[in-house]
């Protein structure tokens, strides 16, 4: 394990940047954009693509095969809890008990912002149910708290709306989600570019999910590379810590005696 592994539900992670299976011109497509991102848990939208539970038709696991990657199944087009988790439960057939997933339930289909009422309640039957869940949430810091204290193993707050590319919205929030998190808290939804994805990580989140950041480039397997080295970069720059910020110029970056020419008195 390395000592800067990312560890969900007791196990370790090289890579911190998650990515998504849809919008992808291709199965071709889909597999090289994740090979170039160094992405080692992928999301895979159950109500919208095929793992199995359609014998006959071309499956997501034949080209990223379980043995390679840590498959997290998630709720996407779910907006009740009793949908959720009516999804999961087939997911965990299908995956031969697979415990891991991300939950998601949606508020409406404009913006899919999060109904956190319904997410709460899901995410109180899918743990006592035996799932380890990963949980999409708003930026609220006390149901993100919430979450936790029910026995989520990951928080996922928006970071802006899922697919906006807006970017993170609000940074003071996220701060205060990963501030008081016990367990990794990961932006999920709004990234748009390289910089985002590096702002989260240099904020302190644990990592990033994505897809149509990725997927709705005009070349995707380029920017899956191009988000790969921004999380590794925003996350060493974390770990560093940044200098100060000054609003003055009152010690120059240099000093001034030592200087050839400068008599020192």
């Known amino acids: 394990m390395s000592q800067d592994s990312l560890v969900i ?3 370790a992670y090289h890579s911190r940047l998650l990515v998504g299976t849809g919008k992808y011109k291709d199965f071709a497509q889909t597999r090289a954009a994740i090979d170039a991102s160094g992405a080692e848990i992928i999301t895979v939208a159950i109500r919208r693509t095929n793992i199995g539970q359609e014998p006959g038709q071309p499956s997501l696991l034949e080209v ?13 087009g779910c907006y009740t809890a009793d949908d959720a988790v009516r999804t999961l439960r087939l997911a965990r057939e299908l995956l031969d008990g697979h415990a891991l997933v ?44 919430m ?11 928006l970071a802006s709306l899922i697919g906006s590319g807006m970017g993170i919205l609000n940074p003071w929030n996220l701060k205060l989600i990963i501030e008081q998190a016990k367990v990794p808290v990961l932006v999920d939804a709004g990234v ?3 910089s985002d994805a590096a702002i989260a990580m240099e904020l302190g989140c644990d990592g990033v999910l994505m897809n149509t950041a990725i997927a709705g480039a005009q070349d995707p397997v380029l920017m899956a590379g191009a988000m790969k080295k921004a999380v590794e970069a925003g996350r060493e720059a974390y770990r560093a810590g940044r200098m100060p910020k000054k609003y003055y110029a009152a010690t120059p970056s240099s000093p001034g005696g030592g200087l050839i020419g400068h008599d020192s008195k």
């Open 64 to 76: 990223l095969p379980p043995a390679q990657f840590t498959i997290l199944p998630n709720t996407a």
């Open 192 to 194: 748009g570019t390289a």
């Open 147 to 157: 979450l936790e204290d029910i026995g989520c193993v990951a928080i996922m707050p």
């Open 9 to 11: 539900a007791g196990k």
């Open 102 to 145: 991300k939950l998601e339930v949606l508020g409406d289909p404009q913006t899919l912002f999060p109904n956190m009422p319904e997410t709460l309640k899901a995410a109180a039957t899918l743990v006592k149910d035996g799932f380890q869940v990963m949980v999409y949430c708003a930026d609220d810091p006390i149901q993100a708290r």
